[in-house]
């Protein structure tokens, strides 16, 4: 089973617009922690935005936010005002404890129209 | 702070020959990942080191991939021979042993193999 599901290869937005991207994962480990990066043409992956397991409350980074769902295993990540430069692929993935393994989902690739 | 450096950028070679990249992760980071992303797709890790121990290498094909980091800080990750099917970005990055930021990425390699 695939541990990080990203179900939109494509996503597009207007400019100013808000858009969520989902995630779902899958893990039996109490304790993981919840990651989007961004990927730009460039090919670096920027970190963007961590949830912890625990964590009450929804994760915030500047215009991005993390809808944490635990009971349906869902991550989303919310990017509120979107500029022109937020044009790139994004990547959710999870971190199970212990052991550190890292999982990354296939990626959504967002395109903002002005 | 100087981030992952990675070299070189790009590299193309033909199949059969012998390749090399390198990695100098963040100082201070004891924790060195080497990932392959294939185009269209989300990394996958192909090794993790702890200072110079490698504690996960289940993914590394071993028969033409191997690893190292002599002194705890470097990595060289060398495929010998190249395959087609080896085409694809190398990305190096480093954390602290349970960091809740996630990784560092380094602007990886592209590797084409004609």
């Known amino acids: 089973a695939q541990k990080i599901t990203q179900t939109q290869p494509g996503m597009f937005v207007q400019e100013k617009e808000a858009v969520t991207l989902d995630c779902t994962y899958d893990?039996?480990?109490?304790?993981?922690?919840l990651f989007w990066y961004k990927q730009p043409s460039s090919g670096e992956m920027i970190f963007l935005i961590y949830?912890?397991?625990?964590?009450?409350q929804n994760a915030t980074e500047g215009r991005y936010s993390l809808n944490f769902q635990k009971a349906r295993k869902s991550a989303n990540l919310v990017i509120s005002a979107s500029q022109l430069g937020d044009s790139a692929m994004y990547f959710c993935?999870?971190?199970?404890?212990?052991?550190?393994?890292?999982?990354f989902g296939t990626g959504t690739s967002l395109t903002v129209i002005p | 702070e100087a981030g992952v450096v990675q070299s070189p950028r790009y590299k193309i070679i033909e199949k059969k020959q012998p390749v090399a990249f390198w990695c100098n992760p963040i100082?201070?980071?004891?924790?060195l990942y080497w990932y392959r992303q294939n185009l269209g797709q989300g990394p996958e890790l192909l090794i993790r080191?702890?200072?110079?121990?490698?504690?996960?290498d289940s993914q590394l094909p071993k028969d033409r991939f191997s690893a190292e980091r002599l002194k705890g800080v470097d990595s060289t990750l060398k495929i010998q021979p190249a395959e087609l099917g080896d085409s694809a970005v190398y990305l190096c990055?480093?954390?602290?042993?349970?960091?809740?930021?996630?990784?560092?990425f380094g602007s990886g390699t592209r590797l084409t193999v004609v």
């Open positions: 993935a999870m971190r199970e404890h212990p052991g550190n393994q890292f999982y």
């Open positions: 990055a480093s954390s602290l042993a349970d960091s809740s930021t996630g990784y560092t």
């Open positions: 949830q912890g397991s625990y964590d009450q």
């Open positions: 893990t039996s480990d109490p304790s993981y922690g």
């Open positions: 100082s201070g980071h004891n924790t």
């Open positions: 080191y702890e200072n110079e121990e490698a504690v996960d």
